[in-house]
Protein backbone atom coordinates (compact mmCIF):
# COMPACT_ATOMS: atom_id res chain seq x y z
CA UNK A 1 0.00 0.00 0.00
CA UNK A 2 1.21 3.32 -1.10
CA UNK A 3 1.91 5.79 1.78
CA UNK A 4 0.72 9.56 0.47
CA UNK A 5 2.65 10.87 3.46
CA UNK A 6 5.17 10.47 5.95
CA UNK A 7 4.97 13.14 9.03
CA UNK A 8 4.30 13.15 12.48
CA UNK A 9 1.55 15.45 14.14
CA UNK A 10 4.25 17.88 15.04
CA UNK A 11 5.73 17.81 11.30
CA UNK A 12 8.77 15.68 12.37
CA UNK A 13 8.83 12.75 10.00
CA UNK A 14 8.26 9.75 10.98
CA UNK A 15 10.17 7.54 13.24
CA UNK A 16 11.42 4.21 12.04
CA UNK A 17 8.59 2.20 14.46
CA UNK A 18 6.13 3.80 12.30
CA UNK A 19 5.78 0.22 10.55
CA UNK A 20 3.19 -0.37 13.42
CA UNK A 21 0.98 1.92 11.78
CA UNK A 22 0.23 -0.75 9.01
CA UNK A 23 -0.19 -3.33 11.20
CA UNK A 24 -2.13 -1.52 14.04
CA UNK A 25 -4.40 -3.77 15.35
CA UNK A 26 -1.43 -6.00 16.15
CA UNK A 27 0.66 -3.31 17.54
CA UNK A 28 -1.40 -2.55 20.13
CA UNK A 29 -2.22 -6.02 21.13
CA UNK A 30 1.30 -6.75 21.00
CA UNK A 31 2.09 -3.73 22.99
CA UNK A 32 -0.13 -1.18 25.22
CA UNK A 33 -3.51 -3.69 25.02
CA UNK A 34 -1.62 -6.69 25.67
CA UNK A 35 -3.73 -6.61 28.56
CA UNK A 36 -7.06 -6.51 26.72
CA UNK A 37 -5.83 -9.43 24.21
CA UNK A 38 -6.39 -13.63 23.77
CA UNK A 39 -3.10 -14.78 21.86
CA UNK A 40 -1.46 -17.78 20.43
CA UNK A 41 1.86 -17.51 18.71
CA UNK A 42 1.20 -14.78 16.39
CA UNK A 43 -2.41 -14.31 16.70
CA UNK A 44 -3.90 -12.04 19.18
CA UNK A 45 -7.63 -10.71 19.33
CA UNK A 46 -9.57 -8.43 21.70
CA UNK A 47 -11.13 -10.28 24.18
CA UNK A 48 -15.38 -10.33 24.36
CA UNK A 49 -17.26 -7.17 24.34
CA UNK A 50 -14.13 -5.05 23.83
CA UNK A 51 -13.76 -4.71 20.02
CA UNK A 52 -14.57 -7.40 17.15
CA UNK A 53 -11.05 -7.84 15.41
CA UNK A 54 -8.29 -10.30 15.62
CA UNK A 55 -4.40 -9.75 14.45
CA UNK A 56 -2.00 -11.69 12.74
CA UNK A 57 1.90 -10.16 13.39
CA UNK A 58 2.17 -11.15 9.51
CA UNK A 59 -1.06 -11.43 7.33
CA UNK A 60 1.09 -12.79 4.63
CA UNK A 61 2.79 -15.49 7.06
CA UNK A 62 0.43 -18.97 6.71
CA UNK A 63 1.55 -19.89 10.20
CA UNK A 64 0.28 -16.84 11.70
CA UNK A 65 -2.98 -17.46 10.57
CA UNK A 66 -2.15 -21.46 11.79
CA UNK A 67 -2.10 -19.78 15.04
CA UNK A 68 -5.23 -17.64 14.69
CA UNK A 69 -6.87 -21.05 13.97
CA UNK A 70 -5.86 -22.18 16.91
CA UNK A 71 -7.00 -18.80 18.98
CA UNK A 72 -10.45 -18.75 17.50
CA UNK A 73 -11.34 -22.68 17.19
CA UNK A 74 -12.74 -24.38 13.94
CA UNK A 75 -16.27 -22.75 12.19
CA UNK A 76 -15.48 -19.21 14.56
CA UNK A 77 -16.38 -16.07 12.51
CA UNK A 78 -13.77 -13.10 13.10
CA UNK A 79 -12.84 -9.52 11.85
CA UNK A 80 -9.05 -8.72 10.42
CA UNK A 81 -7.38 -5.83 9.22
CA UNK A 82 -5.48 -5.52 6.95
CA UNK A 83 -5.54 -8.22 4.70
CA UNK A 84 -4.24 -9.07 1.11
CA UNK A 85 -4.72 -12.47 1.07
CA UNK A 86 -7.01 -15.38 2.67
CA UNK A 87 -5.52 -18.35 3.12
CA UNK A 88 -7.55 -21.63 1.09
CA UNK A 89 -9.96 -23.16 3.87
CA UNK A 90 -10.71 -19.85 5.29
CA UNK A 91 -14.05 -18.44 4.47
CA UNK A 92 -14.30 -14.92 3.40
CA UNK A 93 -17.97 -13.61 4.94
CA UNK A 94 -17.88 -10.11 3.61
CA UNK A 95 -14.71 -7.17 2.84
CA UNK A 96 -15.00 -3.75 2.28
CA UNK A 97 -11.93 -0.98 2.87
CA UNK A 98 -11.21 1.51 5.52
CA UNK A 99 -8.33 4.46 5.56
CA UNK A 100 -5.87 5.38 7.92
CA UNK A 101 -4.74 8.88 8.57
CA UNK A 102 -2.49 10.70 10.88
CA UNK A 103 -2.86 14.15 12.46
CA UNK A 104 0.00 16.31 10.62
CA UNK A 105 -1.93 19.66 11.42
CA UNK A 106 -4.80 19.32 13.79
CA UNK A 107 -5.37 21.91 16.75
CA UNK A 108 -5.76 20.23 19.89
CA UNK A 109 -8.11 21.56 22.72
CA UNK A 110 -9.53 20.62 25.46
CA UNK A 111 -13.73 20.96 25.56
CA UNK A 112 -14.84 22.29 28.72
CA UNK A 113 -18.14 21.18 28.54
CA UNK A 114 -17.01 17.86 27.60
CA UNK A 115 -17.17 14.76 30.63
CA UNK A 116 -15.74 11.51 30.98
CA UNK A 117 -17.70 8.62 29.77
CA UNK A 118 -17.12 5.06 32.11
CA UNK A 119 -18.83 1.99 32.49
CA UNK A 120 -22.23 3.29 34.09
CA UNK A 121 -22.61 4.90 30.57
CA UNK A 122 -22.23 2.51 28.77
CA UNK A 123 -26.22 1.73 28.46
CA UNK A 124 -26.46 5.75 27.12
CA UNK A 125 -23.49 5.31 24.73
CA UNK A 126 -24.71 2.23 23.01
CA UNK A 127 -28.06 4.04 22.40
CA UNK A 128 -26.00 6.93 20.73
CA UNK A 129 -24.12 4.08 19.23
CA UNK A 130 -27.48 2.76 17.98
CA UNK A 131 -28.89 6.10 16.18
CA UNK A 132 -25.58 7.33 14.63
CA UNK A 133 -23.78 4.05 13.73
CA UNK A 134 -20.25 5.50 14.37
CA UNK A 135 -18.65 1.73 13.56
CA UNK A 136 -18.14 -1.26 16.39
CA UNK A 137 -18.83 -0.17 19.64
CA UNK A 138 -19.01 -2.82 22.28
CA UNK A 139 -20.00 -2.96 26.17
CA UNK A 140 -16.79 -3.14 27.30
CA UNK A 141 -14.72 -0.69 24.81
CA UNK A 142 -14.73 2.30 26.72
CA UNK A 143 -12.39 0.29 28.68
CA UNK A 144 -9.57 0.99 25.90
CA UNK A 145 -9.11 4.38 26.67
CA UNK A 146 -10.35 7.89 27.80
CA UNK A 147 -14.00 8.69 26.21
CA UNK A 148 -15.37 12.08 25.84
CA UNK A 149 -18.98 13.43 26.06
CA UNK A 150 -21.38 16.09 25.30
CA UNK A 151 -24.91 15.91 27.26
CA UNK A 152 -27.70 18.41 26.09
CA UNK A 153 -30.23 18.50 29.54
CA UNK A 154 -28.59 15.72 30.14
CA UNK A 155 -29.03 13.38 27.45
CA UNK A 156 -25.67 12.21 25.89
CA UNK A 157 -25.49 13.82 22.40
CA UNK A 158 -21.75 13.59 21.18
CA UNK A 159 -19.09 11.70 21.88
CA UNK A 160 -15.28 10.78 20.66
CA UNK A 161 -12.87 8.74 22.65
CA UNK A 162 -9.95 6.70 22.26
CA UNK A 163 -9.62 3.07 20.75
CA UNK A 164 -5.90 1.27 19.40
CA UNK A 165 -2.97 2.58 21.41
CA UNK A 166 0.23 0.86 19.89
CA UNK A 167 3.59 2.19 20.97
CA UNK A 168 3.72 6.15 20.08
CA UNK A 169 -0.26 6.30 18.77
CA UNK A 170 -3.55 6.71 19.83
CA UNK A 171 -6.37 5.88 17.75
CA UNK A 172 -9.60 8.65 18.00
CA UNK A 173 -12.89 7.04 17.26
CA UNK A 174 -16.24 6.46 18.32
CA UNK A 175 -16.89 10.03 16.70
CA UNK A 176 -20.32 10.53 16.69
CA UNK A 177 -23.49 13.41 17.04
CA UNK A 178 -27.01 12.58 17.55
CA UNK A 179 -28.78 14.01 14.04
CA UNK A 180 -30.62 16.70 15.92
CA UNK A 181 -27.58 18.07 17.42
CA UNK A 182 -25.20 17.97 14.59
CA UNK A 183 -24.03 21.57 12.88
CA UNK A 184 -22.94 23.05 15.90
CA UNK A 185 -19.06 21.88 15.73
CA UNK A 186 -19.57 18.87 18.60
CA UNK A 187 -17.63 16.40 16.74
CA UNK A 188 -15.27 18.72 16.47
CA UNK A 189 -14.71 19.73 19.48
CA UNK A 190 -14.19 16.56 20.76
CA UNK A 191 -11.96 14.90 18.29
CA UNK A 192 -9.75 18.22 19.19
CA UNK A 193 -9.99 17.45 23.22
CA UNK A 194 -9.29 13.75 23.01
CA UNK A 195 -6.26 14.79 20.75
CA UNK A 196 -5.30 17.17 23.37
CA UNK A 197 -5.06 13.91 26.07
CA UNK A 198 -3.21 11.93 23.69
CA UNK A 199 -0.72 14.79 22.65
CA UNK A 200 -0.30 15.32 26.57
CA UNK A 201 1.10 11.74 26.98
CA UNK A 202 3.60 11.97 24.47
CA UNK A 203 1.57 9.82 21.62
CA UNK A 204 0.39 11.11 17.74
CA UNK A 205 -3.13 11.13 17.01
CA UNK A 206 -4.46 8.66 14.36
CA UNK A 207 -7.55 7.46 12.93
CA UNK A 208 -9.70 5.23 10.51
CA UNK A 209 -12.78 5.66 8.23
CA UNK A 210 -14.73 3.97 5.72
CA UNK A 211 -13.51 4.49 2.68
CA UNK A 212 -16.93 5.38 1.24
CA UNK A 213 -17.72 7.64 4.31
CA UNK A 214 -16.58 10.52 2.30
CA UNK A 215 -18.24 13.14 4.88
CA UNK A 216 -16.15 12.23 7.59
CA UNK A 217 -12.78 11.97 5.63
CA UNK A 218 -13.30 15.48 4.39
CA UNK A 219 -13.82 16.55 8.09
CA UNK A 220 -10.84 15.13 9.52
CA UNK A 221 -9.06 16.34 6.45
CA UNK A 222 -10.67 20.13 7.48
CA UNK A 223 -9.10 19.20 11.33
CA UNK A 224 -5.49 18.32 10.13
CA UNK A 225 -5.59 14.74 9.17
CA UNK A 226 -3.64 13.58 6.57
CA UNK A 227 -4.69 10.38 4.54
CA UNK A 228 -1.81 7.76 5.23
CA UNK A 229 -2.93 4.58 3.55
CA UNK A 230 -5.80 2.44 2.31
CA UNK A 231 -6.66 -1.26 3.15
CA UNK A 232 -8.68 -4.29 3.37
CA UNK A 233 -11.29 -5.45 5.56
CA UNK A 234 -12.05 -9.31 5.71
CA UNK A 235 -14.94 -10.71 7.83
CA UNK A 236 -13.42 -14.55 7.98
CA UNK A 237 -14.90 -17.87 8.99
CA UNK A 238 -12.18 -20.31 10.53
CA UNK A 239 -11.73 -23.74 8.98
CA UNK A 240 -14.78 -26.12 10.48
CA UNK A 241 -12.42 -29.11 11.59
CA UNK A 242 -9.96 -28.95 14.25
CA UNK A 243 -6.08 -28.69 12.88
CA UNK A 244 -7.35 -27.65 9.79
CA UNK A 245 -5.43 -24.90 9.66
CA UNK A 246 -2.64 -26.82 9.48
CA UNK A 247 -2.88 -27.51 6.19
CA UNK A 248 -3.48 -24.04 4.70
CA UNK A 249 -1.85 -22.36 1.82
CA UNK A 250 -2.14 -18.63 0.86
CA UNK A 251 -3.89 -17.72 -1.92
CA UNK A 252 -5.99 -14.25 -3.39
CA UNK A 253 -9.61 -14.76 -2.58
CA UNK A 254 -11.75 -13.09 -5.43
CA UNK A 255 -13.79 -9.51 -5.06
CA UNK A 256 -17.85 -9.71 -4.79
CA UNK A 257 -18.36 -10.53 -1.18
CA UNK A 258 -20.82 -8.49 1.51
CA UNK A 259 -19.56 -5.60 2.01
CA UNK A 260 -18.30 -5.12 5.67
CA UNK A 261 -18.17 -1.82 7.26
CA UNK A 262 -14.85 -0.68 8.53
CA UNK A 263 -14.07 0.03 12.37
CA UNK A 264 -14.59 3.63 11.57
CA UNK A 265 -15.31 7.17 12.83
CA UNK A 266 -18.26 8.65 12.08
CA UNK A 267 -18.42 12.34 10.79
CA UNK A 268 -21.85 13.89 12.46
CA UNK A 269 -20.82 17.25 13.32
Not at 26 to 40: E, K, M, Q, T, V
Not at 50 to 66: K, R
Request: proline content about 9%; aromatic content about 4%.
Amino acid sequence: MAHPTDVRGSGVPLLPGVSALDNAVWAALDGPHAHLADRHGRAARYRPQTYAFAALADPADPAAWVDLHTLVGPGTTVRVKPVERVPDGWEVLGEGEGVQLVDTALRAEPAPEAVRLGPDDVPEILDLVARTRPGPFLRRTVGMGTYLGIRHQGRLVAMAGERLRLPGWTEISAVCTDPAHRGRGLATRLVRAVAAGVRDRGDTPFLHAAAGNTPAIRLYESLGFTLRRRSRIVQVRSPGTTGAGRALGVMTRSAGRTPVRPAAADGGR
